[in-house]
């Protein structure tokens, strides 16, 4: 067992606040590395590291403060998380999971050889590839850029060879992958952790609705049958053992009637675990934090159903109107993450509702969704 006095986070949004805090009540020191100041994770980490992510020498002295270093997204260079491990430094989870995560192909490449259910998908790099994949796979389909896309970017749904074709010429050179549209019934996840003793616990499967391509709703537990959970739970489990992933993980499905296919691996803390804060006794990030830092995991329980809404900015002001109506609500938690402007769709909060049921939790966070908007500050 490794003696662990400081966290070091690469990633400085949301997420690592989060993160930090529980980290922060735990008893550990926490430095985050982000190219921005005043970072939301660097407003209550001990220190932030304000550097590039691929600030080599930066990435160096983030390793020399810590004793772990982590990440709370995955569009951070490779090469930084490599030279920490070069230097001997312990990053969890390592690179190479890192290295399969950040591309969309390797990934369900993994994700199909680990015995998961995936859509049908082809690799495209150059135009024969296109053309053989609208062969193999047909339409519609959904083709995005296999590095750099989140939140829906980076991705087009094509309906016939000319939409393939020009979502190819859109691309520009970035290699694709051609994977076949689901028209599924709804989307789900799952976050679950690995410690380094093998050791696997999954929280509830949460079923999220997007906007946009954005998240904006996470409904805990999904609405599948308990067969349908089972086997979402399963094949997460699946996939990181056969990762050997350390720390708390999230996979992504989309459910179509009775089947399921793996969307995504984030080998990281994920919005739609937010609700854990509030819903169940260990969050996903004491799971994460346990997990890095070789403390035991136990398996989460669920107190209440729960509905978590995202706060998104809406580009007509920085001031949230609503929250003395929200918090009325004896069974409403509003989480604020100090960021100062509301652009368009930019993940300001979130608030997470329990219920007796979903249905009641739902009926309440719809209510409270309504309570809030964006405004410009008084001027004095
Ligand atoms: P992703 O970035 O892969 O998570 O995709 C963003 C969103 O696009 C997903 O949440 C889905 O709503 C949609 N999407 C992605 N891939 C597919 C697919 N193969 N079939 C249908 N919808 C998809």
Redesign the pocket.
């Known amino acids: 067992m490794r003696d662990i006095e400081t966290i070091g986070i690469l990633g400085g949004g949301q997420l690592g606040r989060m993160l930090t805090l529980e980290a922060k009540r735990m008893g550990y020191r926490v430095v985050t590395l982000e190219p921005l100041p005043n970072s939301p994770c660097g407003q209550v980490a001990d220190e932030q590291i304000v550097a590039a992510y691929d600030d080599l020498r930066a990435i160096g002295e983030l390793g020399a403060r810590c004793d772990v270093v982590t990440y709370e997204f995955e569009n951070i260079p490779l090469a930084s998380v490599r030279a920490l491990e070069n230097d001997g430094r312990l990053v969890r989870p390592s690179g190479d999971v890192l290295r399969i995560a950040q591309d969309r192909l390797l990934e369900k490449t993994f994700v199909r050889d680990a015995g998961c259910t995936v859509?049908p998908f082809a690799g495209v790099s150059d135009a024969s590839d296109l053309e053989r994949a609208i062969e193999t796979i047909g339409f519609p389909a959904?083709v995005?850029t296999t590095r750099g896309?989140?939140?829906?970017k980076g991705?087009w749904v094509v309906r016939d060879v000319a939409d393939a074709r020009a979502a190819f010429a859109e691309a520009n050179g970035a290699v694709l992958i051609f994977?076949?549209?689901?028209?599924?019934d709804l989307?789900v996840s799952v976050i679950c952790a690995r410690g380094s003793d093998g050791t696997i616990v999954s929280f509830p499967v949460t079923e999220n609705q997007?906007d946009h391509?954005v998240l904006a709703t996470t409904i805990v537990p999904a609405r599948v049958s308990d067969e349908i959970a089972a086997r979402v739970k399963s094949q997460a489990v699946t996939v990181g053992e056969k990762l050997g992933i350390i720390g708390a993980y999230c996979i992504?499905f989309?459910v179509m009637a009775d089947q399921i296919f793996v969307?995504?691996i984030a080998p990281r803390v994920h919005n739609s675990g937010h609700y854990s804060l509030d819903a169940t006794q260990i969050s996903q990030y004491e799971a994460h934090v346990r997990a890095i830092c070789d403390l035991p995991l136990v398996t989460p329980k669920l107190f209440d159903a729960a509905v978590m809404v995202n706060i998104l900015g809406t580009n007509s002001g920085d001031r949230l109107d609503g929250v003395h109506e929200l918090l009325a609500d004896p069974d409403t938690k509003l989480h604020v993450y100090g960021k100062r402007h509301a652009a368009l769709r930019r993940k300001m909060a979130h608030f997470t509702v329990l219920g007796d049921d979903v249905a009641a939790a739902l009926a309440k966070a719809e209510t409270a969704r309504g309570l809030l908007s964006w405004r410009a500050p008084r001027s004095n």
Do not use: L
């Open positions: 859509a959904v995005k896309g989140y939140d829906g991705q994977e076949s549209f689901v028209p599924f989307e997007h391509g992504e989309f969307n995504e």
